[in-house]
């Protein structure tokens, strides 16, 4: 555990020694914070018109359902199929590019807790981000009454999403010397997975429910709407997983290579 | 300390490293030497546990790399082509974390740090950026990362290569003082390296060892014979042919003649001193001498002698 945490650290320093955290972090919030105004003041017009009709017909608005929810659903999980590639593109690459990847694999080091290190520090960035966008949200605290309970949902199902892309990512990364590649690799696969929903749109086969229920975004709705669901924890855990295997994998058929 | 047993490595079909045998005695400096291509780093990746061999076993202080990985990997160093270095890291940032991913920590990585630094005379350096140092300073840092946890057993790889002629003496200086505490195994092809660094070499070509022993005994067992050059005033023709008749001469070759000088190539039979006879013979009949010595070859003449064997002895076999 202690050599994951040095890993994870070793990562964290490199993202702060380098432009990458603060390109990331500053895109993100400039995004975020943008999509945020307008959603909000998108809100607040319309709830000001509908005050002004005697809030006849529509339903009631609520900062859950019309601000966060699209928030989180419809714009941050496309900002961070951009932006999670920036934080795993350098993850294996950069290691082989630059032949540290020796010290690494000839340390006592079992190739796991490198894995593991490296997928924390990646994380750690990334939460990071999410506090960004929370910080956001928080203003809505000073100005209006957001339930806090689906905020839960929205941070743990923002986190495995993350989580998942995160170690997609790492995996990728390891195929490459260079950074830029995996990150347009990583970039075109995300994008491929996003895409995955839009099939169950027009085919309503098997196929379609299968590519749906793959697609990264399906299981985020609950998350989104402000529900935990088991089937979309257990479905994110397990991409995280079979990404932290599949890097695993790939680790060991690196030595047999490189 | 280090055994290499029927090591075979193979990258697909090409075979990079095939059957090497050899061993590390404790405390001793071995040098690994070969032609580019040879197979050196794919041997020094297997020991270090980079890569793993495709038949026969490496052990690392009684450690097999394969079957228990972290007890050989903690009791070794080691120095890759290119220095593993972080390059946004400074020097001491980088010495801690190789310390603590080797398993050094607390008050031990402090002293550990200030250790090597002094040792591989990077401690005027350790706030600096690594990205920012020289290629020398780079290569010494690697040097330190390698030492950090005090391993048993070091393995360099070219450890000398890019620096600058100083810089080279010096590096040479550090690993010879590491020898006796550590033992080390460094790979080169340049050969004035291992004679002046090296107390044994194992000469590997086409991934396959051509030969091993001391620098003297490889220049001795290569030679076959014993070459005496002799430099004499005197009718040519006749001294050819009194030294000829001295027995244990197998051959006398006109080397080089000015001013009424002439030098001969006198080969005699192996381990068969004739230099006394040779003199008698000159002196016998009043020629002059002027220059009696026996020819060593260097060990550059024997790299390329190994090396250029190999190849040439190959379409006979076929
Ligand atoms: N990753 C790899 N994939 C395929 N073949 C490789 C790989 N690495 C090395 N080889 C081949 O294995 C052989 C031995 O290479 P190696 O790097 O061990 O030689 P070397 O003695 O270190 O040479 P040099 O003096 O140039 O460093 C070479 O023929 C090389 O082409
Ligand atoms: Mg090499």
């Given at each position: 555990m202690r050599n994951v945490v040095t890993i994870a650290g070793k990562e964290l320093r490199t993202y702060f020694h380098s432009p990458i955290a603060y390109l990331v972090m500053a895109l993100f919030a400039v995004l975020c914070g943008f999509f945020f105004y307008n959603l909000t003041a998108a809100y607040v017009i319309e709830t000001f018109r509908m005050l002004e009709m005697g809030g006849m017909g529509a339903p009631p608005m609520n900062i859950n359902e019309n601000v966060i929810r699209p928030l989180f659903e419809g714009i941050l999980t496309v900002v961070l199929l951009l932006l999670v590639p920036l934080i795993t593109m350098r993850l294996y690459a950069e290691e082989k590019r630059s032949g540290t990847i020796e010290l690494l694999l000839t340390s006592p080091l079992t190739d796991m807790q490198i894995i593991l290190g490296k997928f924390l520090g990646a994380l750690c960035l990334y939460v990071l981000l999410m506090v960004l966008a929370f910080l956001d949200i928080g203003l809505l605290f000073l100005y209006g009454n957001p339930a806090a309970k689906p905020l839960l949902a929205n941070a743990l199902g923002f986190l495995l999403y993350g989580g998942a892309l995160l170690s997609l990512g790492m995996w990728i990364s390891?195929?490459?010397?260079n950074q830029i590649i995996a990150g347009i690799v990583s970039f075109a696969v995300f994008l491929l997975l996003y895409v995955f929903d839009w099939v169950s749109a027009f085919s309503n086969g098997t196929v379609g429910r299968a590519m749906s229920f793959m697609a990264l975004t399906t299981h985020f709705d609950n998350f989104a709407k402000g529900v935990i669901d088991l089937s979309d924890l257990v479905y994110y855990l397990s991409v995280i997983g079979l990404g932290i295997f599949l890097t695993a994998r790939s680790v060991e058929a690196l030595k047999g290579r490189a | 300390m280090i055994e290499v047993e029927g090591l075979t490595k193979r990258y697909g079909p090409t075979v990079?490293?095939?059957?090497v045998t050899f061993q590390v005695r404790k405390g001793e400096v071995l040098g690994f030497l070969g032609p580019n291509g040879a197979g050196k780093t794919t041997t020094m990746r297997v020991i270090t546990g980079y890569l793993p061999p495709t038949a026969g076993t490496v052990r690392v202080a009684g450690f097999d790399v394969v079957e228990q990985p972290l007890e050989a990997k903690r009791r070794t160093g080691y120095l890759p082509e290119l220095p593993p270095?972080?390059?946004?890291?400074t020097v001491d940032e980088y010495l801690a974390f190789a310390g603590r991913i080797k398993g050094v920590a607390g008050a031990e990585l402090k002293k550990r740090m200030d250790a090597v630094s002094e040792t591989c005379a990077v401690s005027d350096v350790r706030r600096r950026q690594i990205g920012k140092l020289s290629k020398g300073y780079r290569q010494r840092v690697g040097l330190a990362q390698a030492l950090i946890h005090n391993p048993d057993v070091l393995v360099l790889d070219?450890?000398?290569?890019?620096?600058?002629p100083k810089q080279i003496i010096e590096t040479r200086q550090l690993i010879k003082s590491l020898a006796g505490q550590h033992t080390v195994i460094l790979s080169t092809h340049i050969l004035p390296e291992v004679s002046k660094t090296c107390e044994r070499v194992v000469v590997i070509n086409g991934g396959k060892i051509a030969a091993v022993g001391t620098p003297e005994e490889l220049t001795r067992r290569l030679q076959g014979f014993e070459t005496v050059l002799v430099t004499v005033e005197g009718p040519e023709k006749e001294v050819k042919e009194k030294i000829e008749r001295i027995e244990g001469v197998n051959l006398v070759e006109r080397h080089e003649a000015s001013d009424g000088r002439v030098t001969f190539e006198v080969h005699a039979a192996k381990d068969k001193d004739v230099r006394a006879e040779v003199a008698r013979a000159v002196v016998e009949s009043q020629w002059k001498l002027f220059e009696l010595k026996t020819s060593g070859l260097s060990l550059e003449e024997i790299f390329l002698k190994l090396t250029t064997k190999d190849l040439g002895e190959e379409p006979a076999a076929t």
């Amino acid at each position: 555990m202690r050599n994951v945490v040095t890993i994870a650290g070793k990562e964290l320093r490199t993202y702060f020694h380098s432009p990458i955290a603060y390109l990331v972090m500053a895109l993100f919030a400039v995004l975020c914070g943008f999509f945020f105004y307008n959603l909000t003041a998108a809100y607040v017009i319309e709830t000001f018109r509908m005050l002004e009709m005697g809030g006849m017909g529509a339903p009631p608005m609520n900062i859950n359902e019309n601000v966060i929810r699209p928030l989180f659903e419809g714009i941050l999980t496309v900002v961070l199929l951009l932006l999670v590639p920036l934080i795993t593109m350098r993850l294996y690459a950069e290691e082989k590019r630059s032949g540290t990847i020796e010290l690494l694999l000839t340390s006592p080091l079992t190739d796991m807790q490198i894995i593991l290190g490296k997928f924390l520090g990646a994380l750690c960035l990334y939460v990071l981000l999410m506090v960004l966008a929370f910080l956001d949200i928080g203003l809505l605290f000073l100005y209006g009454n957001p339930a806090a309970k689906p905020l839960l949902a929205n941070a743990l199902g923002f986190l495995l999403y993350g989580g998942a892309l995160l170690s997609l990512g790492m995996w990728i990364s390891t195929f490459t010397k260079n950074q830029i590649i995996a990150g347009i690799v990583s970039f075109a696969v995300f994008l491929l997975l996003y895409v995955f929903d839009w099939v169950s749109a027009f085919s309503n086969g098997t196929v379609g429910r299968a590519m749906s229920f793959m697609a990264l975004t399906t299981h985020f709705d609950n998350f989104a709407k402000g529900v935990i669901d088991l089937s979309d924890l257990v479905y994110y855990l397990s991409v995280i997983g079979l990404g932290i295997f599949l890097t695993a994998r790939s680790v060991e058929a690196l030595k047999g290579r490189a | 300390m280090i055994e290499v047993e029927g090591l075979t490595k193979r990258y697909g079909p090409t075979v990079a490293v095939s059957d090497v045998t050899f061993q590390v005695r404790k405390g001793e400096v071995l040098g690994f030497l070969g032609p580019n291509g040879a197979g050196k780093t794919t041997t020094m990746r297997v020991i270090t546990g980079y890569l793993p061999p495709t038949a026969g076993t490496v052990r690392v202080a009684g450690f097999d790399v394969v079957e228990q990985p972290l007890e050989a990997k903690r009791r070794t160093g080691y120095l890759p082509e290119l220095p593993p270095v972080y390059p946004d890291m400074t020097v001491d940032e980088y010495l801690a974390f190789a310390g603590r991913i080797k398993g050094v920590a607390g008050a031990e990585l402090k002293k550990r740090m200030d250790a090597v630094s002094e040792t591989c005379a990077v401690s005027d350096v350790r706030r600096r950026q690594i990205g920012k140092l020289s290629k020398g300073y780079r290569q010494r840092v690697g040097l330190a990362q390698a030492l950090i946890h005090n391993p048993d057993v070091l393995v360099l790889d070219e450890p000398t290569a890019g620096l600058d002629p100083k810089q080279i003496i010096e590096t040479r200086q550090l690993i010879k003082s590491l020898a006796g505490q550590h033992t080390v195994i460094l790979s080169t092809h340049i050969l004035p390296e291992v004679s002046k660094t090296c107390e044994r070499v194992v000469v590997i070509n086409g991934g396959k060892i051509a030969a091993v022993g001391t620098p003297e005994e490889l220049t001795r067992r290569l030679q076959g014979f014993e070459t005496v050059l002799v430099t004499v005033e005197g009718p040519e023709k006749e001294v050819k042919e009194k030294i000829e008749r001295i027995e244990g001469v197998n051959l006398v070759e006109r080397h080089e003649a000015s001013d009424g000088r002439v030098t001969f190539e006198v080969h005699a039979a192996k381990d068969k001193d004739v230099r006394a006879e040779v003199a008698r013979a000159v002196v016998e009949s009043q020629w002059k001498l002027f220059e009696l010595k026996t020819s060593g070859l260097s060990l550059e003449e024997i790299f390329l002698k190994l090396t250029t064997k190999d190849l040439g002895e190959e379409p006979a076999a076929t």
